[in-house]
């Protein structure tokens, strides 16, 4: 991907723009998913992946100018007729989107961390449907919570377990335009692999260093397993199978 404050070169002089950014973006999706479909025309090609949240840059811009791009006939380049088919580009748009994982004090925080997430997703899927892709198929291909606490002490698995467990719920009954949702990651980070502590923690599973249970189920593992496998919908019901465990 390209970085939004410089070019391959982190210190180089000359920086892209939103635009510059989205034009690049969309002439080599043409040519990735040219070769893609050539070995088997029934291949997906996923959009670049499109980070939304209140931890990121909310890229609505760049989802715009991505969409202008292909729309402008210029692209591909070297071929004299510009191609304007969405799906000569990609067939999949590709979001990126966390819950807001400091701490909460209560279960209107909780929920309200959720809605804001749903809000950023909504928000991208907006400028998708206003260019006339509702079609394309959405992928929420990076999501999950750190069970770090911010403090260093105990982890608060109980916690993020509610917060998915409400993420869930949102998926299930709002963000319906969702096919398929990938959470990070399966475990935590081995303690030698020298990763930050929020980042080690977003396993739905403990490391195989734990030093007290290895391998661990987390409440949150549990959770997305009963949702999808289960048939358990519904926060009350999802809340109950948070509640086995101690904090």
């Not at 400091?102 to 449907?129: C, P």
Request: hydrophobic share 40%; net charge negative.
């Amino acid at each position: 991907g390209i970085g939004w404050n410089a070019t391959a070169e982190q210190q180089a002089a000359y920086k892209y723009t939103v635009k510059e950014k989205a034009a690049i973006m969309a002439d080599l999706c043409w040519y990735i998913s040219r070769a893609v479909k050539s070995v088997d025309a029934a291949n997906q090609v996923t959009s670049p992946s499109i980070s939304v949240g209140s931890n990121s840059v909310i890229e609505s811009d760049f989802i715009e100018e991505f969409y202008k791009a292909i729309e402008s006939g210029l692209y591909p380049t070297n071929k004299t007729v510009g191609d304007v088919r969405v799906d000569n580009y990609f067939t999949i748009v590709n979001i990126h989107a966390y819950p807001d994982y400091t701490e909460y004090r209560s279960e209107a925080q909780a929920q309200a961390k959720v809605d804001a997430w749903a809000g950023y997703i909504n928000a991208a899927y907006d400028v998708v449907k206003a260019h006339n892709d509702g079609g394309s198929r959405v992928w929420l291909t990076e999501t999950g919570m750190s069970t770090y606490h911010s403090d260093g002490a105990a982890r608060d698995e109980q916690k993020v377990a509610k917060i998915i467990a409400l993420a869930l719920e949102k998926l299930d009954n709002e963000l319906t335009f969702i096919d398929t949702v990938i959470f990070y990651k399966i475990a935590d980070i081995s303690s030698d692999k020298g990763a930050s502590p929020s980042e080690t923690y977003f396993g739905l599973f403990r490391s195989g260093d734990d030093l007290d249970y290895p391998y661990a189920v987390k409440p949150s593992a549990e959770v997305i397993y009963s949702f999808f496998n289960g048939g358990t919908t519904g926060y009350s019901a999802l809340e109950a199978l948070v509640g086995r465990y101690a904090e």
